[in-house]
């Protein structure tokens, strides 16, 4: 009963290879989607919050954009230093104000 | 100036012994959390307090006991560990208890021998 799902697993780029990471989610009624990165032996660190299909948001070479079903983060030409796992979470009305994360994307940028 | 804070980092006990690991925000947030993380990477929400009220309880075994002294403050204490206990933990904190970002802490990796 996933509610969050990401694709791909894992992702391993060439510097400057831009690429696409995506998050649906199955549960209708979301109240906002988030997107974290995480470190190896770190806690999630936050990038962007979406509340609405449509809406894009941007930081650096990441840019997260958002439709009824799914979510995209789109990574520009990546360097090294952002090789790391990129979470997804929603909170949905159905599920109060909790956070359910998907299970994550590795990305590993080589140079 | 860490923003969320745990104690301990790593945590390697024994199957039937009562720990603990504590949180700490500097945010002036109203809402802390307390996440596990399985050897998987699955981040799931065990507890949430909203000014030191529980306010998600997510269907987790009774040994486990979160407390909040305070609202800066979150402990977790956990009965009779088991080896299905080793997970990384992660306290997290936000402005309230709707839909707003988390900020999370950097983690306490308990290992049960």
């Known amino acids: 009963e996933d509610q969050v799902t990401q694709s791909p697993e894992a992702l391993r780029l060439q510097e400057g290879e831009s690429s696409s990471l995506n998050c649906s989610y199955t549960?209708?009624?979301?109240?906002?989607l988030f997107w974290y990165r995480q470190d190896p032996g770190k806690g999630p660190e936050f990038l962007f919050t979406?509340?609405?299909a449509g809406e894009e948001k941007e930081k650096e070479r990441l840019k997260a954009t958002l439709t009824k079903k799914e979510s995209f983060l789109h990574i520009t030409a990546p360097k090294p230093e952002d090789s790391a796992t990129y979470l997804c979470?929603?909170?949905?009305?159905?599920?109060?104000?909790?956070?359910?994360f998907g299970g994550g994307t590795r990305v590993l940028v080589k140079p | 100036d860490t923003a969320v804070s745990q104690t301990p980092k790593y945590l390697v006990t024994q199957m039937g012994n009562d720990k603990s690991i504590k949180c700490e925000q500097n945010?002036?947030?109203?809402?802390m959390y307390w996440y596990k993380q399985d050897s998987k990477k699955f981040l799931k929400i065990m507890f949430s307090?909203?000014?030191?009220?529980?306010?998600i309880n997510e269907t987790v075994p009774n040994r486990f006991s979160p407390k909040s002294p305070d609202k800066a403050h979150l402990n977790l204490h956990i009965n009779s560990l088991e080896l299905g206990d080793s997970a990384v933990y992660f306290c997290?904190?936000?402005?309230?208890?709707?839909?707003?970002?988390?900020?999370f802490g950097p983690g306490t990796r308990l290992t049960v021998t």
């Open positions: 997290a904190s936000s402005r309230g208890g709707g839909v707003y970002e988390q900020y």
């Open positions: 549960v209708s009624g979301l109240r906002g």
């Open positions: 979406l509340y609405s």
């Open positions: 979470a929603v909170i949905l009305e159905a599920a109060g104000n909790k956070l359910t």
């Open positions: 945010l002036g947030h109203d809402t």
């Open positions: 307090y909203n000014n030191k009220e529980l306010i």
